[in-house]
């Protein structure tokens, strides 16, 4: 089926360290968002992404499209213990006629303080 | 003030009983989902609905249900039939437009046991 592959699966950093997580798909992206659950909690949105090449920033987080539109990053910089959590990609994709939001299987950051 | 509840947050039921999760928003969008989320996985779709009285299966649809009688209400019914029924269970919903997806809003989820 349709997917879109995140890696990596788990990252553990030292508080201070930076953190990335990849999410890529076969197929050219209309768009791309990204969430973020924290432990126990719901998914927030955080991003979405449409346009080739786009850079966004937030804070000390760092979300990119590539030029494709077939991949996307989010870079944390410093993490900080409240960036804990499971991060997901998600785009959307066309299934029976409709379109729905395909998400990645995450990507969760444990942080040493 | 405005969002998405579900009840129960925690809900134990005994093998071959079904159960009703609720959703609830009012937030006034037409697309309600349902997903599932195993313990280190991603979120699997089980059902979605645009529009009221219309609703589509996801991915993981078996030995589960949905009605969409009201915009504000898409609850989710866990059939015996449901093999595997253990889960958390979110509950999302977003506006439909013609310019491409939008936002998901999600509910706090239910953690469903069974046993």
């Known amino acids: 089926g349709q997917q879109v592959m995140q890696i990596p699966q788990y990252q553990h950093v030292q508080e201070g360290e930076d953190f990335t997580t990849y999410c890529n798909s076969s197929?050219?992206?209309?768009?791309i968002q990204w969430y973020k659950q924290r432990p126990g909690g719901h998914p927030v949105f955080l991003i979405q992404?449409?346009?080739?090449?786009e850079v966004k920033k937030q804070k000390r987080l760092t979300f990119q499209f590539g030029e494709a539109k077939k991949n996307s990053s989010l870079h944390i910089t410093a993490t900080q213990t409240t960036d804990v959590g499971t991060y997901f990609c998600?785009?959307?994709?066309?299934?029976?006629?409709?379109?729905?939001?395909?998400f990645g299987q995450g990507t969760r950051l444990t942080i040493n303080p | 003030d405005g969002g998405i509840t579900q009840s129960p947050k925690y809900l134990f039921r005994k093998e071959g009983q079904n159960v009703t999760l609720s959703c609830e928003q009012n937030?006034?969008?037409?697309?309600m989902y349902w997903y599932r989320q195993d313990p280190g996985q991603g979120l699997r779709l089980i059902y979605y609905?645009?529009?009221?009285?219309?609703?589509q299966k996801g991915d993981i649809a078996e030995g589960y249900s949905v009605s969409r009688e009201k915009k504000e209400s898409f609850p989710l019914t866990v059939t015996s039939a449901q093999k595997n029924p253990t889960a958390f269970y979110l509950c999302?919903?977003?506006?439909?437009?013609?310019?491409?997806?939008?936002?998901?809003?999600f509910g706090p989820g239910t953690r469903l046991t069974v046993t």
């Open positions: 999302a919903s977003s506006i439909v437009g013609t310019s491409g997806t939008y936002e998901q809003y």
């Open positions: 197929t050219t992206l209309s768009n």
């Open positions: 992404l449409v346009k080739s090449g």
């Open positions: 998600a785009a959307p994709m066309s299934f029976q006629g409709a379109q729905k939001l395909v």
């Open positions: 937030l006034n969008h037409d697309a």
């Open positions: 609905s645009q529009i009221v009285n219309d609703f």
